[in-house]
């Protein structure tokens, strides 16, 4: 599953606790679930059929059900940052806790040989998977990301516009990178840097410049229900 979202704030139910590193994401090339995410939402659609688990009232509740798995394949939640969000899907979230239970094909990541610790996340779409799935199902593949009017390098020139370079005297090529959440109502929150450009006053600059951004953005959304969006976005300024 590729983990596109979110880091986690805490870590609870499921399994005792572990002293060891949790790695922000599987190596490339590993699965987090036997048969892949494929077979995960085939697995997840058959537990609630013979559980005879009842659906969610809400149609529209997609929820991106974050947990870490274990090198001894168990597993524990990931406590969501957002609790508006949280809140908003709760039907989705307790019938995932519940689903988990029973699902068996969960598979540690590797590094070096050794199994480890590893953080992935599936979205959950408990209308969509009361129903009979057609061949191949994983909303991941027909997410559709969010998106600035005008493409993403007009919010790029947005940036850079909000920004005094005077402040600084320096020459050659800064680079930097932030991430941030384009929420479902298409404002942004969580700015964070994710790569620094060296120079800390800067990359504060940077960081509140972008958050103080109005202008909205369009939700990303899987199968037209929107869903919050984690956003990486590279920056480069040059001064001669």
């Given at each position: 599953m590729n983990p596109k979202f979110?880091?986690?704030?805490?870590?609870?139910?499921?399994?005792?606790?572990?002293?060891?590193?949790?790695?922000?994401?599987?190596?490339?090339?590993?699965?987090?679930?036997?048969?892949?995410?494929?077979?995960?939402?085939?697995?997840f659609h058959q537990v609630l059929?013979?559980?005879?688990?009842?659906?969610?009232?809400?149609?529209?509740?997609?929820?991106?059900?974050?947990?870490?798995?274990?090198?001894?394949?168990?597993?524990?939640?990931?406590?969501?940052?957002?609790?508006?969000?949280?809140?908003?899907?709760?039907?989705?979230?307790?019938?995932?806790?519940?689903?988990?239970?029973?699902?068996?094909?969960?598979?540690?990541?590797?590094?070096?040989?050794?199994?480890v610790a590893a953080l992935t996340?599936?979205?959950?779409?408990?209308?969509?998977?009361?129903?009979?799935?057609?061949?191949?199902?994983?909303?991941?593949?027909?997410?559709?990301?969010?998106?600035?009017?005008?493409?993403?390098?007009?919010?790029?020139?947005?940036?850079?516009?909000?920004?005094?370079?005077?402040?600084?005297?320096?020459?050659?090529?800064?680079?930097?990178?932030?991430?941030?959440?384009?929420?479902?109502?298409?404002?942004?929150?969580?700015?964070?840097?994710?790569?620094?450009?060296?120079?800390?006053?800067?990359?504060?600059?940077?960081?509140?410049?972008?958050?103080?951004?109005?202008?909205?953005?369009?939700?990303?959304?899987?199968?037209?229900?929107?869903?919050?969006?984690?956003?990486?976005?590279?920056?480069?300024?040059?001064?001669?």
């Amino acid at each position: 599953m590729n983990p596109k979202f979110l880091l986690f704030l805490s870590l609870f139910l499921y399994s005792t606790a572990f002293s060891q590193d949790i790695y922000e994401q599987y190596p490339a090339g590993q699965t987090d679930y036997t048969g892949g995410n494929v077979q995960f939402y085939k697995d997840f659609h058959q537990v609630l059929i013979d559980k005879k688990m009842q659906p969610c009232e809400n149609k529209n509740e997609a929820f991106s059900f974050r947990i870490v798995v274990y090198p001894d394949k168990k597993i524990k939640y990931v406590k969501s940052e957002d609790s508006e969000s949280l809140e908003k899907n709760k039907c989705a979230f307790e019938l995932t806790k519940e689903v988990a239970k029973y699902l068996t094909g969960w598979n540690p990541a590797v590094v070096d040989g050794n199994k480890v610790a590893a953080l992935t996340s599936f979205w959950i779409i408990p209308h969509e998977l009361f129903q009979d799935l057609k061949e191949g199902y994983d909303p991941v593949n027909d997410m559709e990301m969010a998106t600035y009017e005008g493409g993403i390098n007009n919010f790029r020139k947005k940036v850079f516009q909000s920004i005094d370079l005077s402040r600084f005297t320096f020459t050659g090529t800064f680079r930097l990178t932030v991430t941030f959440i384009v929420e479902t109502d298409g404002k942004i929150s969580n700015v964070k840097l994710a790569e620094s450009s060296g120079l800390k006053a800067f990359d504060d600059m940077v960081v509140k410049s972008i958050s103080q951004i109005r202008n909205k953005w369009t939700p990303g959304n899987i199968h037209g229900i929107p869903v919050r969006y984690r956003f990486k976005l590279p920056l480069a300024f040059t001064m001669d």
